[in-house]
């Protein structure tokens, strides 16, 4: 098991690599240049040069080939070197340095992703298992239509939706962003409505989860769909196999038949989905972020990609592609507890 | 019998519950949020070139000069008078007395002197910037930085304690409104040296002698300013001021609707219905102080052609296009320059363009096309105060042009890409874009797309008309003044390389107890004197 450990982590490292490399040539290999979208309307080309200049962005990105003594004094050496150090550099537009950004951006985008697959395993997982048992009823064709329509609907046009319809029409939920006017947090772990929770302030707390509900439909609605979908199919399988047919012989009541023997055999396909589902969470991240004002990791990176801010988008996804490994982790090790055939070596 | 106990945690919600009830109700009721279209870059004078983060240093920052509320006419600020000398070459401001900085410094002629030369010299060690110390914005208003040929600047120099001279390599009767754009907001010096390179980030305190000190900024979310009680001008009417980050322009009508926020700016037209409907909102326009044109390149083999080029002028309804797409919140006119610099144009120039799409069709057959050409059409992929939705805008110009036999091709690309690919050789053909003006004088205009300066997106020079902007610059007095635009205004026109379609009044919206809100043309103002008047 420890061995296994050492060896994903030790790939996760590789796969970092590898993707500042990615990273760093497709950023600038966008067409577009930071200077120019920096100056906006105003972008004479005089002034971008200038701009450019100040920027260090004239100098060559890998190897500095016309100057063999300086071999390395180019901009992904420079880069490697300072990442090293734990420096990822400070954003181009803003100054701030990207590790201090990321410190406060990235619980947020957490709350987010937590709130997101609450909503989707509170309504997707009941919505599944209710479909498998119900087959063909009214039922079952209701979670599928649910489903198909929320794989389908644009996650910024249901954003606007949900807003206008739950804090316009019935004025029931804020709007956007993560607080109220008037309320403060200070940051332990930096998911508001657990700090509010540890700090005792209880109307704080509920004012950060009241904030949090939105965002979270808007973000679960695809997860929740997906996982309706996979937890249907993978019960009906389940359902169908030979160990359920022998515990309903034996006389056991369906329904710990259905909830103690088939469905934790049935929800590893569903860890599996919902894991795989925390990439796609931190892509939609960025139109959800920017539809609710949401100072999450999505929608500072939203900013820097019109921006073409370099530091912060290769930070950015660095940063999540990190998180995205250790999650992948995360999964295949939880498989052992759900599956004791499963085994690591 | 026993007493019955609250649990402790119990009785700490409660409490909790209440103390935030009621601490939420007294500071409501002196709080004033306004919902902003994004971020600021930086809170550091001297940093920035963008609306968001001007709007913001605005309350925070004071300039030398100040313009009067809703219009662009200058007004004592920071400075209490100012006079040229004879040629203009050289100008004096007396400072205002007795004005402290939010930390207590005073604030003097050193003062200035310290910020102008930081916003000038490219050496200086505390210029913004960490590698290059340049501020792009006075290269691009004042002709470039000290020690460059260009810079209108020769000097800024201490008088005395309470006076400071500008001295220039020219004539220029446009200083003070220069001086006192948005961009140039006087810092604390004490300040900006102890936070150093780290002045203005979240993570600093940003000094000015503005209506509002800083509190506190929490990234991508939020700037919390209190009120500066000591302000020498009118004191804020609110204790706090909040302004948020929301970036999408459907969700700040829906945070205004819910009233989560008190007023907020840069809605789309469209939203002007849905405002006027609500008896809780009122819409608010903003004086028009921008252009959204077309520019014609000449490098094309057709556009060269004038004939064509007024073809193209003739043939798109502007009036039609300005009606449908702004809710008749914009004019259209064959001015680059916005109405309240109305006074600049020339007589001889009709106040809009003639549509005739008849004659314009016989133009373009005279010009030797009698069965069309075919150009492209690029419009911009964002949205803008003066074109608010560029596509359906693009779309209608082409319709236009086909009806006199042009054959339009529609493009567009990634924003960045586009004001990238714009000044490279061959440019666009045709293509949209805009200017929102930085203070009140004509030069501001005409010298972003026209000057010596200017993008090269129309390959076309003429040194007749940079010969006429540096007389306009020179020119003191309007009618002065209005006498030398007037020729630009007619040169530009026959030239017909940018034709105006639009100045557009940029929607603005409050909830009705938000009351002495004068709108500023320039896009950034003081916030100060709005109150909330009864119930929120």
Same mark, same amino acid.
């Given at each position: 098991m420890a061995a296994y450990v050492l060896r994903r982590l030790l790939r996760t490292l590789l796969v970092i690599i590898g993707i500042s490399v990615v990273v760093f040539a497709f950023v600038r290999s966008i067409p577009g240049d930071p200077a120019v979208a920096m100056l906006g309307e105003?972008?004479?080309?005089?002034?971008?040069?200038?701009?450019?200049?100040?920027?260090?962005?004239?100098?060559?990105?890998f190897i500095n080939y016309k100057d063999p003594a300086h071999l390395f004094d180019a901009q992904y050496p420079k880069y490697v070197g300072a990442l090293l150090h734990g420096d990822l550099g400070s954003g181009i537009k803003s100054q701030i340095p990207v590790v201090n950004e990321l410190k406060t951006r990235f619980p947020a985008t957490v709350e987010l992703a937590i709130g997101a697959i609450i909503f989707a395993l509170l309504i997707g997982l009941p919505a599944g298992i209710i479909a498998a048992l119900r087959r063909n009823t009214v039922w079952d064709n209701l979670a599928t239509a649910v489903s198909l329509v929320g794989v389908s609907m644009p996650v910024f046009w249901l954003g606007l939706l949900l807003s206008w319809f739950f804090a316009v029409v019935l004025g029931w939920l804020p709007p956007s962003s993560r607080l109220s006017v008037g309320y403060s947090i200070q940051p332990i772990t930096g998911l508001d409505v657990l700090d509010g929770l540890l700090r005792g302030q209880f109307a704080a707390a509920?004012? /950060?989860?009241?904030?949090? =509900?939105?965002?979270?439909?808007? *973000?679960?609605?695809?997860?929740? /769909?997906?996982?309706?979908? =996979?937890?249907?199919?993978?019960? *009906?399988?389940?359902?169908?196999?030979?160990?359920?047919?022998?515990?309903r012989a034996k006389g056991l009541p369906p329904r710990s038949v259905t909830l103690k023997h088939a469905l934790r055999n049935a929800l590893l396909p569903v860890v599996t989905v919902v894991g795989l589902q925390v990439g796609a969470l931190l892509g939609g991240a960025v139109l959800t972020e920017t539809i609710f004002s949401w100072p999450g990791l999505g929608s500072w990176l939203y900013d820097a990609i019109s921006l073409r801010d370099y530091p912060v988008i290769q930070g950015g996804v660095i940063f999540a592609a990190l998180v995205v490994s250790v999650v992948n982790l995360l999964v295949d090790l939880s498989y052992a507890f759900l599956d004791p055939r499963i085994q690591y070596a | 019998m026993q007493s019955i106990k609250f649990k402790p945690a119990l009785k700490n919600v409660l409490l909790t519950a209440l103390l935030a009830s009621s601490a939420g109700l007294s500071a409501q009721a002196a709080t004033l949020v306004f919902g902003n279209n994004g971020e600021p870059v930086s809170l550091e004078s001297g940093n920035i070139t963008d609306g968001i983060s001007i709007l913001v240093q605005h309350q925070i920052y004071d300039t030398l000069v100040h313009f009067k509320d809703g219009t662009t006419n200058t007004i004592p600020g920071l400075a209490t008078s100012w006079k040229a000398n004879a040629d203009a070459t050289s100008w004096t401001f007396n400072l205002r007395k007795g004005v402290k900085f939010h930390d207590g410094t005073p604030f003097n002629a050193d003062a200035v002197v310290f910020n102008w030369q930081r916003f000038w010299d490219p050496k200086n060690e505390y210029g913004y910037r960490d590698q290059g110390r340049t501020y792009e914005i006075v290269g691009q208003l004042l002709g470039g930085f000290k020690g460059e040929k260009g810079s209108v600047i020769k000097d800024i120099v201490k008088v005395n304690d309470y006076?400071?001279?500008f001295d220039l390599s020219g004539s220029s009767s446009v200083l003070p409104s220069v001086v006192g754009a948005g961009y140039f907001g006087i810092a604390s010096p004490t300040a900006v040296k102890k936070d150093g390179a780290k002045y203005g980030t979240p993570s600093s305190t940003p000094v000015g002698t503005g209506p509002f000190s800083f509190v506190s900024w929490k990234t991508g979310d939020r700037i919390t300013l209190k009120a500066n009680t000591d302000y020498w001008g009118t004191k804020p009417k609110v204790d706090t001021l909040v302004i948020r980050s929301i970036k999408d322009a459907s969700q700040r009508l829906n945070e205004l609707k819910a009233g989560t926020i008190d007023f907020t700016a840069d809605l789309s037209p469209d939203a002007l219905k849905d405002v006027t409907a609500d008896k809780s909102l009122a819409a608010v326009r903003k004086p028009s102080f921008n252009v959204g044109f077309l520019s014609l390149n000449n490098s094309n083999q057709y556009l060269k052609n004038d004939k064509v080029r007024q073809a193209i002028s003739m043939a798109i309804n502007k009036k039609a296009i300005v009606d449908a797409f702004w809710n008749g919140l914009g004019v259209s006119s064959t001015s680059f320059l916005p109405p309240v610099l109305g006074w600049a144009n020339s007589k001889n120039v009709p106040a809009d363009y003639k549509y005739d799409p008849a004659a314009a069709k016989k133009m373009l057959a005279d010009a030797g096309y009698p069965n069309g050409i075919s150009l492209d059409l690029w419009y911009m992929p964002v949205s803008r105060p003066y074109f608010p939705n560029p596509k359906p805008i693009a779309e209608a110009m082409a319709a236009d042009l086909s009806a006199i036999g042009i054959k339009v091709n529609l493009k567009t690309e990634d924003w960045a890409k586009y004001l990238d690919d714009r000044n490279k050789e061959p440019g666009f053909d045709m293509y949209m874009?805009?200017?929102?003006?930085?203070?009140?004088?004509?030069?501001?205009?005409?010298?972003?797309?026209?000057?010596?300066n200017a993008a090269d997106d129309i390959n076309f020079k003429s040194p007749e008309l940079n010969a006429l902007l540096d007389q306009g610059?020179?020119?003191?007095?309007?009618?002065?003044?209005?006498?030398?635009?007037?020729?630009?205004?007619?040169?530009?026109?026959?030239?017909?390389?940018?034709?105006?379609?639009?100045?557009?009044?940029?929607?603005?919206?409050?909830?009705?107890?938000?009351?002495?809100?004068?709108?500023?043309?320039?896009?950034?103002?003081?916030?100060?004197?709005?109150?909330?008047?009864?119930?929120?």
């Open positions: 105003r972008a004479t080309p005089e002034a971008a040069a200038r701009l450019r200049e100040q920027l260090g962005l004239n100098q060559p990105w509920w004012n /950060a989860f009241i904030h949090l =509900i939105l965002p979270s439909v808007a *973000l679960g609605t695809i997860p929740m /769909a997906i996982t309706a979908r =996979i937890t249907r199919n993978s019960l *009906l399988e389940v359902l169908g196999q030979d160990y359920v047919r022998t515990a | 006076t400071v001279r874009i805009g200017w929102t003006g930085d203070y009140g004088d004509p030069d501001n205009f005409y010298a972003a797309y026209y000057g010596p610059r020179a020119a003191v007095g309007q009618a002065a003044k209005a006498k030398i635009y007037a020729q630009i205004h007619e040169i530009t026109y026959k030239a017909g390389y940018r034709i105006p379609i639009v100045h557009s009044q940029p929607l603005a919206a409050k909830r009705t107890y938000v009351q002495g809100w004068v709108p500023s043309p320039l896009g950034s103002e003081a916030f100060n004197k709005i109150s909330i008047v009864g119930k929120k």
